[in-house]
Nanobody, 118 residues
Framework: QVQLVESGGGLVQPGGSLRLSCAAS??????????MGWYRRAPGKQRELVAT???????NYADSVKGRFTISRDNAKATVSLQMNSLNAEDTAVYYC??????????WGQGTQVTVSS
């Protein structure tokens, strides 16, 4: 069973930065095969895609975060990170790490809270 553990959330002022990390365990050497992603759920809203990165390193971002957020992965360490810059109140949400292997598996972390407020 794959487990995903997020870290790095917290309270930040508008315009600030945070870096989220997600550590995967239990992948049994297959981490590099997964498409990894970050999703978020803001209060009163549905969970939405923030960014994904494929096994080949192709990235995809929600329009709302393009140019501000950067997703990256370290297959040797089985981790995926999300660098978030120029944060604003609309970025306040619980951020979830996702590991997806088409037709095979779809795993979620427990989430980490990001609050952007002055």
């Amino acid at each position: 069973q794959v487990q995903l553990v997020e870290s790095g959330g917290g309270l930040v002022q508008p315009g600030g930065s945070l870096r989220l990390s997600c550590a995967a365990s239990g992948t049994r050497g297959t981490f590099s095969l997964y498409t990894m992603g970050w999703y978020r759920r803001a209060p009163g809203k549905q969970r939405e895609l923030v960014a994904t990165i494929t096994r080949g390193g192709t990235t995809n971002y929600a329009d709302s975060v393009k140019g501000r957020f950067t997703i990256s992965r370290d297959n040797a360490k089985a981790t995926v990170s999300l660098q978030m810059n120029s944060l604003n109140a609309e970025d306040t949400a619980v951020y979830y790490c996702n590991a997806f292997l088409p037709g095979t598996a779809n795993y979620w972390g427990q989430g980490t809270q990001v609050t952007v407020s002055s």
